[in-house]
């Protein structure tokens, strides 16, 4: 698939780390510029009539990747402004705990502890460390929760859109679900599907901000839940949401250019299984994930490198100091950006695939994290 490299990629062996932010194609790019110029010429027509019908191409055009209807998406900035909208919609009485794992993004335990500040309900964190297997996973959940009455799920699936197949969602019915469709869906920044089942619209009363769509209790109270939920998202407030209009393209360039969403995922899912080996191999090290478990099957790698505390001189959480000056090294010396941490007492790197890799790119940032491994060793971090 390298043929469909973006112009800005080619030639150079750097991009490894796609996962954060992403990136789009060229003609995503284009379009983008061009609604934005619209914009400007004349912002009233394109604000107020142009943007909700795009708006609701989008809606459309996502839904399907959720197995969902049109009418149980809505678009958001991004993941923590959804997971923000549920959890600051839902009423909490007291007693009410939120379970989730150690792992949780660091904003949205954040968003967890301001709330338990303002609200009745406690939260509690469930303990995984990897590699870990799926099963083990789901036993921790069910006896941290103790019951499975009076449940409701939000998934943070942040990197799930346009990197797994959420295809059945819709059939397994969660109550909310949010997905960034800047990370692996080729949407411009800052772009995300928030998915609220048709059973729980009624439980969303705003949005971040509130926006024009919102009635207050008694009034909405009258009206279908449905629509109210639509109403609700469609115009927040003002800000660029061009990236908001741009789905059905990025989503026509997987399709047509690409070959589709699967073979898309199987290209990334490969490239990066068969690059982490190959990294593991030059750095004499070993890819993160159990072999029972789902953890490598996806679009990103995770090595550990050549570092040991010993060999560092060091003790416990130093380590994370070495792995900060490493990251930090990586944009300012080598053009790149490698995401270094430290944890498990080990130093590792992740590494993302995407269509535009080839294993050279892996080989390529396997040496140069043995390069920024023997600067470590000689003490250059201190």
């Known amino acids: 698939m390298s043929g469909t490299t973006p112009k800005w990629h080619r030639g150079r062996k750097s991009e490894t780390n796609y996962g954060s932010f992403g ?64 959890l600051r919609n839902v009423s909490f009485d007291e007693g009410d705990v939120i379970l989730c794992f150690d792992t949780i993004y660091g904003a949205c335990a954040k968003t967890i502890q301001a709330l338990s500040e303002t609200c009745l309900m406690s939260s509690h964190q469930i303990s995984i460390t990897y590699p870990i297997d799926d099963d083990e996973i789901v036993l921790r959940f069910r006896l941290a929760a103790e019951e499975e009455l009076d449940i409701m799920s939000l998934i943070d699936g942040a990197h799930g859109i346009g990197h797994v197949d959420l295809t059945h969602l819709g059939k397994i019915g969660p109550d909310f679900m949010i997905s960034n469709c800047y990370k692996w869906l080729m949407v411009p920044r ?11 619209q009624k439980l969303i009363s705003s949005t971040l ?79 993160l994930g159990a072999s029972t478990s789902s953890f490598q099957r996806c679009c990103f790698t995770n090595v550990r ?22 990251q930090e090294l990586t944009p300012a010396e080598y053009e790149t ?43 250059e971090w201190a």
């Open 305 to 326: 490198l050549p570092l040991t505390l010993e060999e560092l001189g060091i003790h416990g959480s130093s380590g994370r100091l070495v792995a900060k000056w490493m």
């Open 23 to 86: 990136t789009i194609p060229k003609m995503v790019q284009e379009y983008q510029r061009q609604l934005q110029l619209e914009t400007e010429a004349r912002p009233d027509t394109f604000i107020r009539y142009t943007y909700p019908k795009l708006l609701k191409e989008s809606r459309s055009a996502v839904a399907p990747l959720l197995g969902a209807d049109p009418g149980e998406v809505v678009i958001v900035p991004n993941a923590t402004t959804g997971v923000n909208t549920v």
């Open 209 to 287: 901000p509130t926006s024009w769509g919102y009635e207050a209790r008694d009034d909405r109270a009258k009206m279908d839940p449905r629509e109210y939920f639509s109403v609700l998202f469609d115009k927040v407030s003002t800000t660029d949401n061009t990236p908001y209009c741009c789905t059905p393209l990025a989503l026509k360039f997987r399709s047509v250019v690409c070959g589709g969403e699967a073979k898309i995922r199987k290209y990334c899912e490969d490239i990066a299984r068969q690059g982490g080996a190959r990294m593991a191999e030059i750095l004499d090290t070993e890819v």
């Open 190 to 200: 800052g772009c995300a599907v928030l998915y609220v089942s048709f059973r729980n």
């Open 337 to 379: 950006y490698l995401p270094i941490k430290f944890y498990g007492c080990q130093v590792w790197c992740r590494i993302s695939g995407q269509i535009y890799l080839t294993l050279d790119d892996f080989e390529w940032a396997a040496r140069t994290l043995l390069q920024l491994c023997e600067r470590a060793k000689k003490g």
